[in-house]
């Protein structure tokens, strides 16, 4: 009897330890997730931003007023975007993946907010020839006003 | 003719060996899900911005096109621009770092 007993406590305790690393199994699942979120989201609005970038450079360029200069700076602004383009659609992810699925995550990690600098420092480059342009364009037409 | 220590000395074994394959049911279930979030092939990772959380749709909303967008006038055009914040990027990328240091 005090033997089944026993024996009955053995196979429940092996039961319940081994069910033990189930929850640390689910955590890490959990974790992962987040992670993948906050990295679709960065690679997301890196996009968006590109996109509108683009969508100004295309609406500047159909100006009217946008002479040979300040096409020449939108040409170097679009070199950028395209640039950040091919880093966001193809390096991104692939860094991204690497974070998933490393072991070190912290070096990865590393590895992928440096390209979303480098992206970054396109963007910034470009928007900031976006600007020049625009205050160029509107020198410009403030000169022909005045003469007219 | 069996005994009520007979029948006690055979359920410990059963109920056991019950959970057991219960647990093992268990983790098969999880490593198929697991496995399948795993898998690069199966993921992804451009995912369409309505699954972001609510905080990054926000962001992105700040982005996003507004009727002003398609005017050609410069003084529009200007505005858009200034309308843009590269810094957006960096907002996840916090997120990021706290929970790889979890």
Same mark, same amino acid.
């Given at each position: 009897?005090?033997?089944?007993?026993?024996?009955?406590?053995? %196979?429940? =305790? =092996?039961?319940?330890?081994l069910?033990?690393?189930?929850?640390? %199994?689910?955590?890490?699942?959990?974790?992962?997730?987040?992670?993948?979120?906050?990295?679709?989201?960065?690679?997301?609005?890196?996009?968006?931003l590109?996109?509108k970038?683009?969508?100004l450079?295309?609406r500047i360029?159909?100006?009217?007023?946008?002479?040979d200069?300040? $096409?020449?700076?939108?040409? $170097?602004?679009?070199?950028?975007?395209?640039?950040?383009?091919?880093?966001?659609?193809? $390096?991104?992810?692939?860094?991204?993946?690497?974070?998933? %699925?490393s072991?070190?995550?912290?070096?990865?990690?590393?590895?992928?907010?440096k390209?979303?600098d480098?992206?970054?420092?396109?963007?910034? %480059?470009?928007?900031?020839?976006?600007?020049? =342009?625009?205050?160029?364009?509107?020198?410009?037409?403030?000169?022909?006003?005045?003469?007219? | 003719?069996?005994?009520?220590?007979?029948?006690?000395?055979?359920?410990?074994?059963?109920?056991?060996?019950?959970?057991?394959? #219960?647990?093992?049911?268990?983790?098969?279930?999880?490593?198929?899900?697991?496995?399948?979030?795993?898998?690069?092939?199966?993921?992804? #990772?451009?995912?369409?911005?309505e699954?972001?959380?609510?905080?990054?749709?926000?962001? @992105?909303?700040n982005?996003?096109?507004?009727?002003?967008?398609?005017?050609?006038? @410069?003084?529009?055009i200007?505005?858009?621009?200034?309308?843009?914040?590269?810094?957006?990027?960096?907002?996840?990328?916090?997120?990021?770092?706290?929970?790889?240091?979890?």
């Amino acid at each position: 009897m005090e033997n089944a007993k026993l024996r009955f406590k053995i %196979f429940l =305790t =092996t039961g319940l330890l081994l069910l033990l690393p189930m929850f640390s %199994f689910a955590d890490v699942g959990q974790r992962r997730d987040e992670i993948k979120k906050q990295l679709d989201a960065t690679i997301a609005i890196s996009d968006e931003l590109i996109d509108k970038m683009r969508d100004l450079v295309q609406r500047i360029s159909l100006n009217r007023d946008t002479g040979d200069e300040a $096409k020449l700076m939108l040409a $170097k602004a679009v070199r950028a975007l395209e640039d950040a383009n091919e880093r966001t659609n193809t $390096k991104l992810p692939r860094l991204a993946k690497l974070v998933l %699925f490393s072991a070190r995550p912290i070096q990865t990690v590393k590895d992928f907010r440096k390209e979303v600098d480098e992206i970054k420092a396109e963007i910034i %480059f470009a928007h900031k020839l976006v600007v020049e =342009t625009i205050n160029l364009i509107k020198t410009r037409k403030e000169v022909v006003d005045d003469v007219d | 003719m069996s005994t009520n220590g007979e029948m006690n000395q055979g359920s410990g074994p059963l109920v056991g060996s019950i959970i057991v394959v #219960l647990v093992l049911l268990l983790g098969g279930y999880y490593s198929v899900r697991v496995v399948e979030n795993l898998n690069p092939l199966a993921t992804d #990772l451009n995912l369409p911005v309505e699954e972001s959380t609510s905080s990054q749709s926000a962001q @992105i909303a700040n982005i996003a096109t507004t009727t002003r967008d398609k005017s050609m006038d @410069i003084e529009d055009i200007e505005k858009d621009a200034m309308e843009i914040d590269v810094n957006v990027l960096d907002s996840n990328l916090e997120n990021l770092d706290l929970l790889i240091d979890q």
